[in-house]
C-alpha cells in the first residue's frame, strides 16, 4: 500500500499553463482503501477567484503533481521546466529543490519551503550531467513508494545531500537557520 505523498509538489489549479509550488496533505480514505489529496488552502473565496472545478477534499491527481513526477516529465520533454515554480522562481533547479524536500518529508522531516539544504540546486544553477542523473534516481524513489520506500529511507539516512542538516539555509530571510 502507497504511503502518503510528499508534501512538495505542484498545482495545476492557481494559473493556467503554469504548476504553482503548493503543498497538500493526504488522508487514508478507508471507503476507498486508497490515500485521498486535501487542500485546506482551498476556501470557497480561493474556490472562486481560482475557478477550482473540483472538490478540495479530493484533489485529482492530474491537478497536482508530486515534484518526483513533475521532475520526471520535465526531464523526458512531457512538460516545460520553466512552468515550474512560483513568482520569478522557476525552472527545473526549482523542480529538484522540491524533490529533496519531497524525500525529507517521507522520511518525517516536513520543512517550510523555502529551506535550502544539501543536492538543491541555486537559482537558475545549471545542473551537470552527474547532477540531473542523482535527481533521476531521487525522484525516481519517491514516485514508486511501494516498492522503493525501504531504499529511500536508506539513502536518506546515509546520504547528507538529502538528509535535513541541524541548520538550512532560509531564503526568504537570506541566512542560515538552526533547524
Known sequence: MRRPAPAAAFAAYFEPGKFIDHWVAETWEPL???WVRVDAQLDD???SLFKVDFDPLDVPGERFLDA????ARCRCGALDPDAFGILDMHGLWFVAGNVVRDAAALNNMEMLP???WGAMPRPGEAMAEGQLAFFDRLAGLTRDLD???DELRAR???????RVPAAVFNAVLNRPDVV
Request: glycine letters at 8%.
Open 32 to 34: 476507498r482503501n486508497s
Open 45 to 47: 473565496v480561493q474556490r
Open 68 to 71: 518526483g513526477d513533475a521532475w
Open 114 to 116: 523555502w529551506d535550502c
Open 147 to 149: 516498492t522503493s520506500f
Open 156 to 162: 536518506y539516512d546515509t546520504g547528507e545531500d538529502i
